[in-house]
């Protein structure tokens, strides 16, 4: 398989991975956090979600976390905005980028936006026009894309009209979520494919929940069908809080090991992030989930037994 040497990979822990704790983060510890992902060398992080903060509490001081940052020339700072008023909140904090929510479904849709898709659809309009001229970059996502706890799967029809009607609001680049790890290989590779066939322009990036122990072998399928951008979470952390059952992201560890293994590259110091999971597995044992901060990298050697001990 010719797999690509280099793939972009975008931290999420700071929002994804924080939005699913109830146990509220000092905002300095966020600060900090982020400021030791920026020196791991990931160039692009979703930092925080400009919601209600009545809708996700912990992420109620983002305007602050922004501002606190050590920002550098080459790292983009992201943000997920639901409404104008989010955008706005994120273009006065200094935002680099900013990611518009939406669901597949209308059932997730309503839990997570109280509102229909294409409804929700028919705001964004205002939202990418006031993107533009700001000299914020914007993007679009579509969660549950691969499987919808409420609908179950989604149809390509349907998949094939929300990628339409962003190019029609004049988005490019879609990240396709698996929100709650329904995603398997041949699904990803299936869904991926159709899209880039039936419009070549988007730039697409995958953005995986380790939910059913997959979400590995689904980066691998994205790669094999030409993706090249991925989400992950330091430690694991994460889940959305709109839908049931929902578990972490993949680990950053375990997607940057498993990528650097296959010998292609990602720029990150995966000694710097396992250094970052280990202190976040001990800040939250019961939200971790990681296999690199339990078994260690394939290269940590132990010393080898001296001689087998005989027993009886």
């Known amino acids: 398989m010719n797999y690509p040497t280099e793939v972009n990979i975008t931290e999420v822990c700071p929002r994804d991975g924080f939005q699913s704790l109830s146990e509220f983060i000092p905002t300095e510890e966020k600060i900090q956090l982020i400021n030791e992902l920026i020196d791991c060398g990931f160039k692009q992080i979703e930092v925080t979600s400009f919601v209600h903060p009545k809708a996700i509490p912990q992420l109620k001081d983002a305007s602050e976390v922004l501002q606190g940052i050590k920002r550098k020339k080459d790292v983009k700072l992201r943000a997920l905005v639901p409404n104008l008023r989010g955008l706005e909140r994120a273009i006065d904090a200094g935002v680099d980028k900013v ?9 997730h849709s309503i839990s997570n936006a109280n509102c229909k898709t294409f409804d929700a659809m028919k705001g964004f309009e205002t939202l990418v026009k006031r993107a533009h001229d700001s000299s914020v970059g914007i993007s679009g996502s579509i969660s549950v894309i691969f499987g919808c706890p409420f609908e179950g799967d989604v149809s390509m029809d349907r998949i094939i009209e929300i990628c339409k009607r962003y190019i029609d609001l004049g988005i490019y680049n879609l990240s396709l979520a698996d929100t709650t790890g329904m995603a398997n290989p041949i ?10 066939e039936n419009f070549p322009e988007l730039g697409l990036s995958l953005h995986l929940h380790n939910t059913r122990g997959m979400a590995f072998a689904n980066a691998i399928a994205g790669l094999e069908a030409g993706i090249k951008d991925f ?8 889940g959305c809080p709109y839908a049931p059952n929902a578990s972490g992201n993949i680990a950053s560890e375990d997607l940057i090991h498993g990528f650097e293994e296959m010998g292609i590259k990602t720029g990150i110091d995966l000694d710097k992030v396992i250094n970052i999971g280990d202190k976040l597995q001990k800040m939250f044992p019961s939200y971790a989930n990681s296999f690199i901060l339990k078994a260690g990298k394939c290269s940590d050697l132990h010393l080898p037994p001296i001689a087998q001990e005989k027993l009886g």
């Open 187 to 196: 699904k990803i590779k299936r869904i991926v494919e159709e899209i880039h």
């Open 99 to 107: 990611k518009l929510m939406l669901s597949a479904t209308d059932s």
């Open 231 to 238: 989400d992950s979470s330091v430690g694991g952390l994460g």
